[in-house]
Nanobody, 117 residues
Framework: QVQLVESGGGLVQPGGSLRLSCVSSGFTLLGIGWFRQAPGKEREGVSC????????YYKDYVKGRFTMSRDNAKNTVYLQMSNLKPEDTALYYC????????????WGQGTLVTVSS
């Protein structure tokens, strides 16, 4: 089965940048994307590479700041985050089946991003 491992989280100052990585093993026909969950808040989608059309979709609150990319040779997807804000603080997950909120997909363990001065 597919396994996902996230990395790259850490502490960063507001306005700073950070790149998250998600290394996958195995095979899936499902899309892959990023989600995040802050303590006490509902998990929310961040970005998604659709398996249907191949396009990358972003939530409005990250458009212009976050960029998702894929390196097939390295079996890795990335989330390049810039101009980070305190409200971006959350546990970030990558998951397959992002088109359907990852409900039928595989999830990684998450990597913590903390945006604070």
């Amino acid at each position: 089965q597919v396994q996902l491992v996230e990395s790259g989280g850490g502490l960063v100052q507001p306005g700073g940048s950070l790149r998250l990585s998600c290394v996958s093993s195995g095979f899936t026909l499902l899309g892959i994307g990023w989600f995040r969950q802050a303590p006490g808040k509902e998990r929310e989608g961040v970005s998604c590479i659709s398996s249907n059309d191949g396009n990358t979709y972003y939530k409005d609150y990250v458009k212009g700041r976050f960029t998702m990319s894929r390196d097939n040779a390295k079996n890795t997807v990335y989330l390049q985050m810039s101009n980070l804000k305190p409200e971006d603080t959350a546990l970030y997950y990558c998951a397959t089946d992002c088109e359907h909120l990852g409900r039928q997909g595989v999830w990684g363990q998450g990597t913590l991003v903390t945006v604070s001065s």
